[in-house]
């Protein structure tokens, strides 16, 4: 005797349809608004200033081949940078 032979699996689909009855209401209102305008004007004066930061470094490359990714190098000679100016408000 032979092992059995399985096929695909055949797949049927059935379709049902259901029909339901539902009660659609509509009610409707009428609301009169009365309005009243009252106009307030605010005065905001106001400046603006600006300051500009500005910072430098300097990278010294070791002479002979290209350095391999992730191999450290010497880090920034110098000074650091330009400290930020304080922030000033008017008003």
Do not use: W
């Not at 307030?40 to 990714?69: E, I, K, L, R």
């Not at 400290?83 to 000033?88: C, D, E, H, S």
């Amino acid at each position: 005797m032979l092992p059995p032979r399985i096929h695909p699996t055949q797949h049927y689909v059935q379709h049902k349809c259901c029909e339901y009855i539902v009660p659609e209401v509509h009610p409707s209102h009428t609301t009169v608004v009365n309005k009243h305008l009252y106009k307030h004007y605010h005065n905001f004066p106001h400046t603006v200033s600006a300051v500009d930061q500005v910072a430098n470094q300097h990278f010294v490359c070791p002479p002979g081949p290209p350095v391999a990714p992730g191999t450290p190098v010497p880090g920034p000679i110098g000074a650091p940078g330009v400290a930020p100016a304080p922030r000033r408000r008017f008003f």
